[in-house]
Each structure stands twice: as C-alpha cells, then as structure tokens.
C-alpha cells in the first residue's frame, strides 16, 4: 500500500507514537499572532519555563487588531512583541511590516513542501497549498510548540477531492471552494486532510491554491492540500535558490513528496466545474450555498473585500476590473484591506488602489479587520455585508449582522449594484 | 483530575460553532477567568438562556460536530471557567476536541442511538463519567441509563496528567 503526502509528512517527522491512534510531530514552524498567543506566553512565564525550542522556526505577527484599538488589544500586542524580542525570534512583523498572517507568511518564503506547521488560527490549514501539513490547533498545543517543537496529532485520514474540467471564466478558486463546502457539508472532512487535485488544480497559480486550501476548514478538513509542482517551485524560487541546481531539480524532489497512486484513502470524490456558475453563501453556515443567480438582488450595506482568502494582489486586480470607471451604489460602504505590505504597495504601482477609492472604498492598513469583527468594519444589527472572507457564523462581523461570503470580483459587483449579482453579466 | 459529573446542559443542535460559544470580540482578554461571563452568548436555541442554564450545569450533552470554526481555546476556557469540565456529542470538530483533552477535560463522544436516549431521559438529568472504567451513567425522570465509552489511552493519560502541557514538559 502506497502513503498519502500526510503520511509520508508524518512518517518523516515523528517524533514519538504515544498511543496507537496519535502520533506526535517535531515541527518545522511554529506560527504566532496577538490573540491567541498571550494567554501561551503568560502560562510559560507563570510556569517559569519562559524558552522557545528554536527562535529561528517561530515566526510571529500582529494581524488580527492592529494598530492596536484600545488598551486591551495593545497589552495583547506588546505581550507579543517584548515575548519575541526577550527570546530572540527575529522574524517578528509589527504595524509598517504585518499584514494576514496566512498571507504574509507564504510572500516571506516561510512555507516549503513537506514541512510541519501549528498556528492558534484556523486558518492556518492555507498553507498545506505548498504541499506542507499545517493544521490550526488552540493555544496548549501552540504552548507545547514553542516550548518542545512538537505537536501530537491522530494518524491522519486524507480525502482525495479531484476538480476536473475546465474553470469559466468569471469563476475562481473561491467559487470552486464553496462549491466543494456546500457539497460536504461543515463537518464532511472533520479529522480529514482534504487533497486537492486535477487539471484545474495544476493550472491555478499559488494565490488560488491558497483560497482553495483555507477553506478546507469550513467543511472540518485539518488541512487542505496540493501537490508541489513547478508552479510551487516557481513561486518559491527566491527563497530556495541556494539549495538546488535548477528548479527542474527542486519540482523532482517535491513530487517525491506527492501520494503514491495506490495510496489509501477515506472518499475520492470528483467535482467537474466546466459549468459552474459564482457561488455566494446566504445563512450562517459556509455550507449554506446558492448561485450568485439564486441570491440576485440580495440588498448590501457593506463590501468587504481582503483578509487569509482572498485579500492577495490577484484578487484586488479580479476587484479593481470589475471597479474600473464605475462606483459603489448609493448607500453602499466598501472596504479594502490588502493582505500585505507587499499586496498594498503592489497595488498602488500598479494603480489598483486609486481605483478602489474612485470608486469610493475606504482603505485601511493590511489586517484581519471586518473578518471577525474584531476591529474595524464592524456590521449592525440587520446590516448585510458581501465579502471575500471565510466564515458567515451568526455574529461573525459584528452582532446581528448578516455576510455573504463570495469571490473578489463577485464582491465588487455587489458594491456596483447594490445587491448580489452575476459579475458576468456588468 | 478535574470533575466529570453533575448535571446536564442539553444543547439540542449539531454543528455549534466556536464564534456561538465564545464570540470573537471577547478574544482580547487576556484572562481566563473573564471569559466566563459571554459563554454561550451568540447560540440562539429555542428556550435557552444562557445566563440562567449555564450556572446550573457541569455537562453539556449535544449533537454532532461540537465546536467547529475557529481554533480559539477560548470556546474550552470558557467552559472550565463555569465549572463544565465534560461535554457529551456525537462528534466534535478536530481543534475543539483536541483543545479539551488538552485541558485535561472530556469531549466524550457516543453513538447517535446513546445520545438520543440521554436527550429521552427529560430535563433535569444528572451525569457521572468514570474516566478509568470508560462508562458513564445517566439518571433523570426516574430511569438511568449505564453506558460505556471510549477514551484513546493518549487522551486518557493528557486527563490524568492535568493537560498537555504536564505530559509534554515530562516526556519530551
């Protein structure tokens, strides 16, 4: 019997099999941010056991409320920052450098093919895009992480999720991926890694991926996964340049790391998407699923287009097309936060970021921001939010409010009309 | 170990997520302890109010896919706070069911048929695991219900040993 790439991850990585259903992992990167991090670092000083096992594999930013929004938020950020300075991890990323995390890190070349990785986020399930096993988990295990490198985990089960055909134009990674939570249900590929693979998976570039893969939480999955490619090796080339000849010899290595053919897995299931239309979701469940077509003239108060999904600079270009020359109905508020320094300087060169705002949008400094409202971009109650982020839970974006989750460009054109629309059809 | 018995929070719904149990504007605190307070805010259940049912309670008794979302601790804190250090599913999202093992709590999960009788004793139902012998009993309107259960001998040992963090700083 062959191994799945989270076998062989696991295999290459063990560090002690405490039970016959656990094993546990020495990790590669241990990643950190101001709000589920604090609460760790007090434990450690309180236990006196104030260390990290490696400060050059943690990797720390400040995203989810940054700057800081009021005084509880600035002890969670300088908790953070003095507990990364006193232990030496240099790869810290304050206010002028942070940006999303699930975005930053992947720009910074943090992420490689077969590597190991924890986050206090749930998010963190984007990275395995790289072909790397990188699971959300909460702050003990965060806690064990930087203080031993490691992190138990059940055996994995992985599901092999093939996306055939050819994607329409106008439809993207994040429709794909509503689709797939829709046809799964929130907890189909609960303590399952969701493999992703096909034609269409091979001819999206690693931003795609990434959407793809941060979604995997939405239907249970511990983490979404692609197979490194030359697209992978492409994108990480500046980081890993020094290690190999050429990148035909880094894409020879990752596919070492692919799942064997006769591998075992739990489902295989095909999804053709040549047909596929943009898809938004209409409750309080990223399952609850309907075309943009079902839910035309849904009313919007606000847009909200950024954060871990789909706030990297393809998706501001996939906006910023359908923004080009025309602006946000009356009424309507919209919202930009670029992912990362890098996304929002991108942006401005390549003039995204005037049209944005001559289309009215506010722009605010890379962050998780409206996400979980947490900081700004906070709804009212019976306000309606069309968003490019990953969670529609009842109160997500502020109490009472209601978001409809949806592609960059699908996004915009709510803001355009008013309403959820068919972008295609502006 | 901590307390694994008393009497029953029922939450009749699956896929209970973490932002219900604790939402996310509460995640700046810095302190366990102030947590306890918002448990449970944003679940809307017919009938349930969670000021009143929380403080009468030590174990939560619900359907599948118990905490999904988010990886926030907080949703397990938030619990071991109000004294609930025992939730009973059918399932339970991966991180959530994780994070209480390593709490040193119970995320105790039991076939469809078990949990459907445990919601057919009635209201007032009280419950006491016995973590060792893997079974729990269940007594309310008159009847119990004697079950067993299955606990990983990882999960056990993370119970015995207080979280782990314990088990970890000894062993590696």
Redesign the interface.
């Known amino acids: 019997m062959g191994k799945t790439i989270t076998e062989k991850i696991f295999a290459s990585h063990q560090?002690?099999i405490?039970?016959?259903?656990?094993m546990?992992l020495d990790l590669d990167v241990v990643m950190c941010h101001e709000?589920?991090t604090?609460?760790a670092i007090?434990?450690l000083v309180e236990?006196n056991?104030d260390r990290v096992f490696d400060p050059d594999k943690i990797k720390v930013v400040i995203d989810?409320?940054t700057p800081s929004k009021?005084s509880?938020?600035a002890?969670?950020a300088k908790?953070l920052r003095d507990w990364a300075f006193r232990n030496s991890i240099t790869d810290f990323f304050d206010i002028g450098k942070n940006g999303v995390c699930h975005a930053l890190f992947p720009e910074k070349g943090f992420v490689r093919p077969g590597y190991t990785i924890i986050?206090?986020?749930?998010h963190?399930c984007t990275h395995g895009a790289f072909g790397a096993f990188a699971a959300?988990?909460?702050?003990?295990?965060l806690?064990?992480g930087i203080?031993?490198g490691?992190c138990?985990f059940?055996l994995p089960q992985s599901m092999k999720i093939n996306i055939e055909g050819t994607l329409p134009e106008g439809v993207f990674a994040k429709d794909v991926i509503l689709y797939i939570v829709k046809e799964l249900t929130?907890?189909g590929a609960?303590?399952k890694v969701m493999e992703f693979w096909g034609e269409v998976v091979d001819a999206m570039d690693m931003e795609s991926r990434m959407t793809l893969c941060n979604m995997a939480?939405e239907a249970?999955g511990?983490c979404g996964v692609c197979m490194p490619d030359r697209v992978t090796a492409e994108y990480l080339w500046p980081f890993i340049k020094d290690q190999y000849t050429t990148i035909d010899a880094a894409v020879a290595e990752f596919e070492t790391l692919h799942s064997d053919a006769d591998a075992d897995y739990t489902d295989e299931l095909t999804f053709n998407v040549s047909d596929l239309i943009p898809q938004a979701t209409y409750g309080f469940?990223p399952d609850e699923v309907k075309s943009v077509v079902e839910l035309e003239g849904t009313p919007v108060d606000q847009v909200y287009i950024g954060s871990c999904t789909n706030g990297r600079i393809s998706d501001l270009r996939e906006a910023a097309a359908v923004l080009k020359g025309k602006t946000l109905a009356v009424g309507v508020r919209g919202i930009l936060a670029p992912a990362t320094p890098l996304v929002y300087a991108t942006a401005m060169e390549e003039g995204l970021i005037k049209i944005f705002m001559d289309a009215g949008f506010c722009v605010t400094n890379p962050t998780c921001g409206a996400c979980?409202?947490?900081s700004n971009g906070v709804l009212a109650k019976g306000e309606v939010c069309a968003s490019t982020t990953n969670?529609n839970?009842?109160?997500?974006m502020g109490?009472g409010g209601m978001v409809h989750l949806m592609s960059p460009r699908s996004a915009a054109a709510a803001g355009i009309k008013g309403c959820i629309t068919d972008h295609r059809e502006l | 170990m901590k307390n694994f018995s008393g009497s029953v929070l029922f939450l009749d719904r699956s896929d209970i997520n973490t932002d219900e149990i604790i939402p996310a504007k509460y995640l700046t605190e810095n302190s366990k302890i102030d947590l306890g307070p918002f448990v449970l805010e944003d679940l809307k259940l017919e009938g349930f109010d969670p000021q009143r049912d929380v403080a009468k309670a030590q174990v939560i008794v619900t359907r599948n896919n118990f905490g999904c979302g988010s990886s926030r601790e907080h949703a397990v804190w938030v619990f071991e706070v109000n004294d609930i250090n025992v939730v009973i599913a059918e399932g339970f999202a991966r991180i959530f069911r994780q994070n209480m093992f390593n709490c040193g709590m119970l995320a105790i999960e039991l076939p469809a048929p078990d949990i459907d009788a445990i919601f057919a004793l009635g209201t007032d139902v009280a419950i006491a695991v016995d973590v060792e012998n893997e079974k729990l009993s269940a007594a309310g309107g008159g009847n119990t219900l004697e079950l067993s259960l299955h606990l990983n001998s990882f999960d056990k040992d993370l119970v015995r040993a207080g979280g782990w963090l314990a088990y970890a700083d000894q062993k590696y």
């Open positions: 560090r002690d405490p039970s016959e259903e656990n546990v709000i589920t604090p609460i007090n434990d236990r056991l989810h409320v009021d509880k938020t002890l969670q908790i986050m206090g986020d749930s963190t959300g988990v909460g702050t003990t295990d806690e064990v203080l031993k490691v138990s059940r929130v907890n609960t303590n939480i249970g511990t469940k979980l409202g947490m969670r839970f009842n109160g997500r109490k």
